[in-house]
Nanobody, 120 residues
Framework: VQLQASGGGLVQAGGSLRLSCAAS????????MAWYRQAPGRQRELVAV???????NYADSVVGRFTIHRGNAKNTVYLQLNSLKPEDTAVYYC???????????????WGQGTLVTVSS
């Protein structure tokens, strides 16, 4: 599964951005798609995840500000970032959890990062 992430940029505090992630068509079945972020000097952390059935989960730090949702195109997911804060500055990565059809082992696939910079 190849993932293409886009949508990062420079924004002032309080502003908004929308990140996009598109997964290539494959023989894998995608169980969930997620966004992670990694700030300089910090570990990568989960921001939001959406499962195949539509269930979503968010990091406490982004609840009420960020929204993950699927697009109309198959295997496309968006992360809407509102009320951005300087501490949201990080490289954001898209991840897909997928399995081969008929198999149970779950693979993790990562896209390239997209940089979000929030100025104060």
């Amino acid at each position: 599964v190849q993932l293409q992430a886009s949508g990062g940029g420079l924004v002032q505090a309080g502003g908004s951005l929308r990140l996009s992630c598109a997964a290539s068509e494959t023989t894998f079945r995608i169980d969930a798609m997620a966004w992670y972020r990694q700030a300089p000097g910090r570990q990568r952390e989960l921001v939001a995840v959406i499962k195949d059935g539509g269930t979503t989960n968010y990091a406490d730090s982004v609840v009420g500000r960020f929204t993950i949702h699927r697009g109309n195109a198959k295997n496309t997911v968006y992360l809407q970032l509102n009320s951005l804060k300087p501490e949201d500055t990080a490289v954001y990565y898209c991840k897909a959890e997928a399995r081969r059809l008929g198999r149970s082992y779950i693979y993790d696939f990562w896209g390239q990062g997209t940089l979000v910079t929030v100025s104060s």
